[in-house]
């Protein structure tokens, strides 16, 4: 089990104290509990708060987290999000060999965040931890999202050449991207 992008916890619970704010790491609880073993000194920290759920509200916001495959990492959690009588988006960035169990809370989404980081994966399948662009194609067709924006992008993906070549509902995600999530729109 890999908990990756957890190595400026530390200095980000310092920013929270020394600016006097208080905020929740909000994950299903299996997360949290492997957080305060790997940084036990932020437990009782002022300002910080864990909270260890599958399922969470903020505002109108109904967010859950789905445990998915990450091939050769072992699992990962995709997110859900879904307003009140809204829409339906999902972050699912590290996910590899997802068995159709776990596509289930996925399937006719507004917009699907999706991680991949080739165009074309040359590893064996043994090897591998997240699907590239081809097969997220084929993954927006099964699945049915309105949209689907592809993030975790590594070198080999050229964002201007590539992005020609993806439908129309598809396109890369890249630094600075704001998406505006209301009821009729993405």
């Not at 965040?113 to 997240?130: D, L, M, Y």
């Not at 993954?139 to 070198?155: A, E, N, R, Y």
Request: with cysteine.
């Amino acid at each position: 089990f890999i908990l990756p992008y957890t190595a400026g916890l530390g200095d980000f619970a310092d920013l929270c104290f020394w600016n006097n704010k208080n905020v929740q790491i909000v994950s299903p609880p299996e997360i949290i509990n492997k957080l305060k073993e790997r940084f036990p000194y932020l437990i009782n920290r002022r300002g910080l708060t864990f909270v260890g759920t599958t399922k969470w509200m903020n505002g109108n916001n109904k967010i859950s987290f789905h445990k998915v495959n990450h091939g050769h990492n072992g699992y990962s959690y995709g997110i859900l999000v879904q307003k009140d009588k809204g829409n339906r988006w999902a972050y699912l960035s590290d996910s590899f060999d997802v068995s159709e169990e776990q596509w289930l809370p996925f399937y006719n989404l507004d917009l699907l965040i999706f991680g991949t980081s080739f165009w074309k994966e040359n590893q064996p399948a043994s090897k591998r931890s997240v699907y590239d662009v081809s097969e997220a194609i084929g993954i927006k067709k099964k699945l049915g999202p309105k949209k689907m924006i592809l993030t975790h992008l590594s070198h080999d993906i050229d964002i201007n050449r590539r992005g020609k070549e993806l439908p129309d509902d598809i396109m890369f995600a890249y630094d600075g991207l704001k998406i505006a999530l209301n009821k009729t729109t993405i």
